[in-house]
């Protein structure tokens, strides 16, 4: 591969979220593909912290709906309006969630092992650029909740999120984002 071709994925890369997916549902071949290329991710001592589970099925309804109530509790009607509500029910009827879970070795410091779950999901999410799929990691505190009640979480694991991914609309068009220059965050010390 050129370093052209990879440096074009990783700009490329964006956060689409569910509503960004259309109604044609990823594969289980394509998600095996991409959640391969996660497990090639670094890890200190070869630990590979990470697990990951698929929430399909009646999950793709039981999320919007858990996030709604969820939502409706914490913030007022002003907030979160009817409307929001009603639309947040039907959120995640066209995702492929995947469930992040991280088991920490007791060999090596936890910040080492959560970061190497990263690394897994910038592999995920970089592959799903690569082949013209949307995909976001939420960390919210309704996505963890659901899959703390919804989800195995083995002993010593800890929940580290939902990584919504499916199929774009063909009407999305594409957001230019711009980051800080190089110059901004890059320095030499001799």
């Known amino acids: 591969m050129e370093i052209e071709s990879l440096s074009e994925i990783i700009k490329k890369r964006r956060s689409y979220y569910a509503s960004d ?17 996660g497990l090639w991710a670094p890890t200190h001592k070869l630990t590979q912290p990470w697990r990951f589970s698929v929430l399909e099925g009646i999950h793709r309804q039981e999320m919007g709906v858990f996030m709604a109530n969820y939502y409706r509790e914490i ?5 979160f309006s009817n409307e929001r509500f009603e639309e947040t029910k039907s959120y995640a009827k066209n995702a492929t969630m995947i469930a992040i879970f991280c088991k920490p070795s007791s060999r090596l410091p936890e910040w080492e092992e959560v970061a190497a779950v ?10 799903c650029t690569a082949m013209n799929i949307g995909g ?9 909740k659901y899959v703390e009640n919804h989800a195995e979480v083995k002993e ?3 929940c580290l999120g939902v ?26 010390v001799e």
């Not at 913030?75 to 907030?79: H, I, L, T």
């Not at 990263?118 to 592959?127: H, K, V, Y």
Request: net charge negative; proline share 1%; aromatic share 12%.
């Open 136 to 144: 976001y990691w939420d960390t919210g505190t309704a996505t963890m």
């Open 21 to 37: 997916f259309s109604e044609r549902h990823l594969s289980k071949e394509t998600v095996e593909i991409i959640i391969e290329n």
């Open 163 to 188: 990584f919504f991914m499916g199929h774009l609309k063909e009407e999305l068009t594409e957001v230019n984002r711009k980051r800080k220059p190089l110059s901004k965050k890059l320095s030499w």
């Open 75 to 79: 913030f007022s009607v002003e907030e």
């Open 156 to 158: 010593g694991e800890k």
């Open 118 to 127: 990263s690394c897994a999901i910038q592999n995920i999410w970089l592959s």
